[in-house]
């Protein structure tokens, strides 16, 4: 089992930053068992979309169309964490951000590796408001 724990959340004025952390915990099979990550995003009233994707251990990133330029997707695996570093942000910007592992087949550097779906581990989320 791994654990995701993300932190960083707030809220920010329109054009302004805000850098989201996820830690991840378990044994060191489990930790060396995720393929990718991702941050995901779900504002009230939608569906959760995928923001952007990277390679456990590797540099392929994917980002959604939306956040494109605008957001950065990185880790350090020596820590066992992730991070997503926005800026510029847009009210539309405002949701519930997940951090998301994945085992299995991840496709990265496709739009398909932002499917929910190839996640096995989610963390608890963390709010994002970006007033206008």
């Known amino acids: 089992q791994v654990q995701l724990v993300e932190s960083g959340g707030g809220s920010v004025q329109a054009g302004g930053s805000l850098r989201l952390s996820c830690a991840a915990f378990?044994?060191?099979?489990?930790?060396?068992?995720?393929?990718?990550m991702a941050w995901f995003r779900q504002a009230p009233g939608k569906e959760r979309e995928g923001v952007a994707s990277?390679?456990?251990?590797?540099?392929?990133?994917f980002y959604a169309d939306s956040v494109k330029g605008r957001f950065t997707i990185s880790q350090d695996n020596a820590k066992n964490s992730l991070s997503l570093q926005m800026n510029s942000l847009k009210p539309e910007d405002t949701a519930m951000y997940y951090c998301?592992?994945?085992?299995?087949?991840?496709?990265?550097?496709?739009?398909?590796?932002?499917?929910?779906?190839?996640?096995?581990?989610w963390g608890q989320g963390t709010q994002v408001t970006v007033s206008s």
């Open positions: 378990g044994a060191t099979y489990s930790i060396s068992s995720i393929n990718c």
């Open positions: 998301a592992a994945g085992r299995g087949v991840c496709y990265v550097g496709s739009r398909s590796s932002l499917n929910n779906g190839l996640y096995d581990y």
């Open positions: 990277i390679q456990y251990g590797g540099s392929v990133t």
